[in-house]
Each structure stands twice: as structure tokens, then as C-alpha cells.
């Protein structure tokens, strides 16, 4: 016990001196690149602009106000679109989830070059945004909600496919013995001694995918790839702040109700 | 399990049982899916002649990828690089420094009610509205420029980090907290001795995942000029500069990869 001596005599503290140290020094190196990444970042901001913000805020503010509730007729269809991009490309995501989810899982894996393919393929397609997959394919798709869908598809594999196959590694392996036991082959093996374990898990994961996939759908407009996000740029575009502060709202509660739904399946399924 | 066994003697084959127990609902949920379904890609009205033409664009786009170019631009694409990674940190810092007392206010085991439902309300708010939005109207507030991005980025960080404290804070055992009252602790004696020890582990390992959350995150929030490596990216693509453009991903790919090990490596020390 790390004690220090006192004019009372000997006391307690909590760590030894060499402790003490090395925590100072993290500290301080800490700080240091945390001071230095400040100087970095306000280098290159004009003070000027951001001593503004306060009056732009309130001038922004006042704009907004009422929001234009007459242009919610236009905007039921886009918020349908966004709702089926998420949707949609939520089940494409994990279609291909789950195969790569095999592939990637130590205990599944046919072979480890496979295994780090899928790898491959889960850290990609977590580290593109889904912003930056549709500024791609509405290059090639054109713009529209396809573009949308794919994107949004092509992001989730990731998420889901690494969920997933931790999930496989870290299932009972008697129960796969037992089925082994029967005289299964190997994709019999799968889907009666693995696959159940993990169904639920699938599950969750898909629909917990879904509520973030709508948050991520409302943005795609702005790249021209379908949703709510295309009003959304075109009334930010048009300076009509009474119809953004009208999508903002549409956004909240839209995101609020996937939400509920989400929890509500989940605990239903879990 | 449903067996098939009507005439006595023991069941000779096995069904699996239904999933959803019910009947009725069984069928309402596969019909009402399927029409779903069909409406929902009646609505995604693929243009097979757009796609036709687009294909070989595709192609020749892919093609402008490769091979990446990682020498033109070299000193551009850096200086983005290190922008996202300083506005990364210090924004995550920045959100953490703020979420702090939102997450403790958000404890309902800590907060009277209106605390807590202020808090509440505060990150329901900053957990809807995805970074790219915060950062729109960061850059109309701030002006272009990494201070916008930082300032999205550290709000998109309440939303998440004071979300899960607050759950942890919740689930910490009581009984320390109690033991630590009993001593006469005042309230910041309580905090820092009870709940303090309790969280910390998991609340670092998700500050490291919250930086490199924030990181990709920078990569995004410079298409609409919040600086960082996204607008290196917007500019690369809008000058059809595409193997830069690759070589950009490319590089976030390697650098989320970096963190992502280093974030295992450092959650399994802190445990």
C-alpha cells in the first residue's frame, strides 16, 4: 500500500509515487496535443465570422419563424422515399450481411484469406460514409432514390456483418455438436445449430440498423440521391428558412416514431 | 414443436414450430411485408435505360479510380488529413467536456425530474439531426472552415456520449454510491468516489470509438465546408480529379483501420 509520511506520522494514498508520475506525464502529453490540435483548428478560422454567430443565429432564427405548413403537402412523398431507402436498403445490407458475416467469424471461416477478404469488406464499408457512397453512385445510377437505396445498402454491410460475426464466435458450440452428432453436413450444420442461435441477434441487429439508416436517408438529398434531404437543399438553396425549419420538424418526428417502432420490435423479438 | 402425431403413437416426422405463434397475425405481418414491399419498389422507379446508359460511365469512372494517385496533390491531401485528425480530437474532447454534466443531469438516479428531462431533451435533440445538418448550419453560423466541422462534430458528440453515460450511470450498483454517502461525502466527493470509478472503464473505450466515429464523421462534414479531408475529397471530385479521390479513401480506410485496432488495444488495457 503506497503510503506517504506526514507530520502525524505515516499516511494512505491512493497510488505510488512512480504511478503518480506516469499519470502526470500522459496528462501532459495529453494536453499538449490538445492544445496543439486547438491551435491548429483556429488558425484557420476567421474570429471574425464566428464573433457573428450570435447575430447570424438570431437573424437565421427569426427567418425560420412560422414554419410555411402549407408545404407539408409536398413533402409527404419524399418523406415515403426516405423512409423506403432506409428500408430497402436496410434488407440489402443484410442479405449480403450474413454471408460475409460467415466468412468473417472464426469458426465459420472456410479459410483465412476468405476471412480477410470479409474483413476487408466490413472495414471498408464502415469507414466510407454513406454520403460519400452516394456522391459515387449517383454518378453512375444518376440521381433518384435507387442511388439512395444502394448507398445506404452498401454502408450498413459493414455494421452489420461485424455485429453479426461476433455474435457467431461467441455462440454454444455443443449445440453444434449435437446437431454434428446427428449426421448433418455442413450447411446443415449452419442453419440448425448455428443459425438459431444467432437469429435473434440478426434480428436486432437489422431493425437497430433500420432507425439509423432513416437518420442517415435524410440526408442523401443533399448529394442528389433521393429522400427529404433534396428539399431540404433545394429550400437551403433558395434561402425559403421557413419551409428548412418546417423539414427539421418533419425530420424529428420522423426520426421520434422509428425510433419508438424500433425499441417496441426489439423488445418484442429480444 | 409440431408434431404430426394424430393417431396416438409416437411423432414420426418434425416441423419446426412458427416463429410467430399466432395465426392470424403470422399472415397479417407476411401479407402486410409483401404489399409493403411491392409498394415500396413500385416507388424506386429504376430506370433500366439510365442504368444501361450508366453502366459504362460506371466503368470508365471505376477506371479513373486506379491506379490512385497519391503523388499529385501530395501536400493537399496531407494538410486535409491532419485538419480532420485535429478537428477528430479536439472535438472530441470538446463534446466529452459537455457531456459530461448533460449525462449526469440525465441520470435518473442522480437528477431531480426537470434536470433530468431537460438533459434528455437536450441529447434527443443532438442524436436526430445527423452531423451533415449540425454542420450546415454550422457553416452558416461560423463561415467555412474547420471551426464549423468542429463545432457539429462536438455537438454530434453530446447526443452519443451523454446518452451512454447517463444509461451506465443508471446501471452502476448502488450499494457504492450508498457506502460512499454514509462516509459524509459531500455531493462531488460522491460523484468522483461512487460513480466515477464505476463508469470510467467503458467511458473511455468509448471516447477512443467516439474519435474515430468523429473522425469518419470529418470526412463528411467538408461537403458542405466544414473543412477537414471532405472538402480535400469534394474538391478532388468536383475537379474529376478521381485518383486523387481514391487515394483520399483509400487513406481513411488505412486510418479508421489504425483506430480501430488501437481502440481494441486500448479498451482491453483499460479493463
Not at chain 1, 49 to 66: E, H, K, L, T, W
Not at chain 2, 48 to 73: C, T, V, Y
Not at chain 2, 191 to 211: A, D, E
Request: hydrophobic share 50%.
Amino acid at each position: 500500500m503506497p503510503t506517504y509520511s506526514a507530520s502525524t506520522g505515516e499516511s494512505w494514498k491512493l497510488r505510488t509515487s512512480k504511478e503518480q508520475w506516469i499519470r502526470w506525464f500522459f496528462w501532459l502529453v495529453g494536453i499538449a496535443i490538445i492544445m496543439y490540435a486547438w491551435q491548429m483548428i483556429s488558425e484557420k478560422t476567421i474570429w471574425f465570422f464566428v464573433a457573428d454567430a450570435p447575430n447570424q443565429a438570431a437573424d437565421i432564427g427569426a427567418r425560420m419563424y412560422p414554419p410555411k405548413w402549407s408545404y407539408m403537402d409536398k413533402l409527404w412523398k419524399p418523406v415515403w422515399d426516405t423512409i423506403n431507402i432506409a428500408t430497402l436498403g436496410t434488407i440489402i445490407a443484410m442479405v449480403l450481411a450474413i454471408p460475409v458475416a460467415f466468412a468473417a467469424a472464426r469458426n465459420t471461416t472456410p479459410n483465412i484469406v476468405v476471412r480477410s477478404v470479409a474483413l476487408f469488406i466490413i472495414v471498408s464499408s464502415r469507414s466510407v460514409n454513406s454520403l460519400i457512397w452516394a456522391l459515387i453512385l449517383v454518378f453512375i445510377l444518376g440521381p433518384g432514390v435507387l442511388a439512395g437505396t444502394i448507398a445506404i445498402g452498401l454502408r450498413s454491410i459493414g455494421f452489420c456483418a461485424k455485429l453479426i460475426y461476433e455474435s457467431i464466435e461467441e455462440i454454444d458450440h455443443t449445440q453444434v455438436e449435437a446437431i454434428e452428432a446427428t449426421g448433418a453436413n455442413g450447411p446443415q450444420k449452419m442453419i440448425f445449430g448455428i443459425l438459431p442461435q444467432v437469429l435473434p441477434t440478426i434480428a436486432g441487429v437489422g431493425i437497430y440498423r433500420w432507425d439509423i439508416n432513416i437518420r442517415e436517408s435524410t440526408i442523401l438529398g443533399l448529394v442528389g440521391a433521393g429522400g427529404i434531404g433534396l428539399q431540404l437543399n433545394g429550400s437551403l438553396n433558395t434561402l425559403a428558412w421557413t419551409q428548412v425549419s418546417l423539414i427539421l420538424i418533419v425530420i424529428l418526428v420522423t426520426v421520434f416514431i422509428s425510433e419508438w417502432v424500433s425499441a417496441k420490435v426489439r423488445g418484442a423479438i429480444i | 414443436m409440431a408434431d404430426s402425431s394424430e393417431s396416438g403413437g409416437y411423432p414420426s416426422s418434425w416441423k419446426k414450430a412458427p416463429f410467430i405463434k399466432n395465426n392470424f397475425l403470422r399472415w397479417l405481418l407476411i401479407v402486410g411485408g409483401a404489399i409493403y414491399l411491392a409498394a415500396a419498389l413500385g416507388t424506386m422507379d429504376i430506370d433500366i435505360a439510365r442504368i444501361k446508359e450508366g453502366l459504362p460511365r460506371a466503368q470508365r469512372f471505376l477506371d479513373s479510380f486506379f491506379p490512385p494517385n497519391f503523388a499529385d496533390n501530395r501536400g493537399v491531401v496531407w494538410e486535409g488529413l491532419a485538419e480532420s485528425i485535429w478537428m477528430a480530437i479536439i472535438s472530441t474532447v470538446a463534446g466529452i467536456v459537455l457531456s459530461v454534466p448533460i449525462g449526469l443531469g440525465a441520470a435518473r438516479n442522480l437528477a431531480p425530474a426537470w434536470v433530468y428531462l431537460f438533459c434528455r431533451g437536450i441529447i434527443a435533440a443532438s442524436r436526430t439531426f445527423p452531423e451533415i445538418i449540425l454542420a450546415i448550419f454550422a457553416v452558416k453560423l461560423f463561415g467555412f472552415g474547420p471551426f464549423a466541422g468542429f463545432i457539429a462534430l462536438s455537438l454530434g458528440t453530446i447526443g452519443f456520449y451523454a446518452k451512454l453515460l447517463a444509461e451506465d450511470i443508471e446501471n452502476s450498483s448502488p450499494s457504492q454510491a450508498e457506502a460512499v454517502k454514509a462516509t459524509g461525502a459531500n455531493w462531488f466527493q460522491w460523484i468522483n468516489y461512487s460513480i466515477q470509478p464505476q463508469v470510467m472503464p467503458r467511458m473511455i473505450g468509448l471516447s477512443i470509438y467516439r474519435l474515430d466515429i468523429n473522425f469518419r464523421e470529418s470526412a463528411v462534414v467538408g461537403i458542405v465546408g466544414g473543412g477537414g479531408i471532405g472538402a480535400t475529397l469534394n474538391t478532388a471530385f468536383s475537379r474529376y480529379e478521381f485518383d486523387t479521390a481514391a487515394a483520399i479513401l483509400l487513406m481513411i480506410i488505412l486510418i479508421v483501420m489504425v483506430l480501430e485496432y488501437f481502440s481494441s488495444f486500448m479498451r482491453k488495457w483499460v479493463q
